[in-house]
């Protein structure tokens, strides 16, 4: 057994809230000078950095983790993380078709770009990522499950599309057993569900200023068993 640190949602520049200088680079290397095990990569609606983000942190000996942050049709912010890079491209892929096909304004809201390993610009996603999909909180929970994910309600302790503030309570379905905090005082809204503390960094000085720890059943450090033993216990919601 092992206890790491975690942070389970950062945004890289793909996200247009996302300061330029997150890079999939920078994110790795400020999360090694924060002394943080794992880390996930969750851009607003896009896993198109995910890949880099794996580069980079293999560099620093991190174990990464690819995901997103789903804009659900109640504007809800639903965490979504995944085992494996393939599911949550394949997953991203499918999300694509649900998307607003509203163009960014980059002027307004700032560049989407999509990066490499070594930080540099292969492509932009043109549409604005933040916008709601066409998913319901049901159906994009279930759909999250067709590519063996794991999601929960993302920052419940905040205004801004957070499942709270949109619905006023949790509701029955889909039974949610986790639920994401920035502040780790606020374990009461969570009722008594498993919680995790994530910064929902935007910037590289965020990265580290809120973050979680969890014993593992594993004393290996390889990354895919790493990531098996996390994804074992967020599944039975025991952190």
Same mark, same amino acid.
């Given at each position: ?31 090694? @000078?924060?002394? &943080? ?32 942050? @789903? ?65 319901? &909180?049901?159906?994009?929970?279930? @759909? ?18 957070? @499942? ?76």
């Amino acid at each position: 057994m092992r206890t790491v640190a975690y942070d389970l949602h950062l945004h890289s520049c793909l996200s247009p809230c996302g300061d330029m200088d997150m890079t999939p680079c920078n994110i790795a290397g400020m999360a090694h @000078l924060s002394e &943080l095990d794992i880390v996930a990569l969750t851009d607003h609606n896009a896993v198109d950095n995910c890949p880099a983000f794996f580069a980079a942190c293999e560099e620093y000996g991190i174990v990464p983790i690819a995901g997103m942050e @789903l804009t659900t049709a109640e504007d809800i912010h639903l965490l979504c993380i995944f085992e494996t890079l393939k599911s949550a491209l394949a997953f991203g892929e499918t999300v694509k078709g649900h998307r607003m096909k509203i163009k960014n304004r980059v002027e307004i809201f700032g560049e989407q770009p999509i990066l490499n390993e070594r930080d540099e610009k292969i492509g932009d996603d043109p549409y604005f990522l933040p916008a709601a999909t066409d998913l319901d &909180l049901g159906t994009a929970v279930e @759909l999250v499950k067709e590519f063996d994910g794991v999601c929960w309600p993302a920052h419940i302790d905040r205004d801004a599309n957070g @499942l709270l503030a949109v619905l006023g309570a949790f509701p029955p379905e889909p039974g949610f057993r986790i639920a994401e905090l920035r502040d780790a005082e606020n374990a009461h809204l969570a009722e008594g569900r498993t919680v995790v503390v994530c910064s929902d960094a935007h910037r590289l000085w965020e990265i580290g200023e809120a973050h979680g720890t969890m014993t593992l059943d594993t004393d290996e450090t390889a990354p895919d068993a790493v990531r098996h033993a996390l994804f074992k216990k967020l599944r039975e919601g025991t952190l």
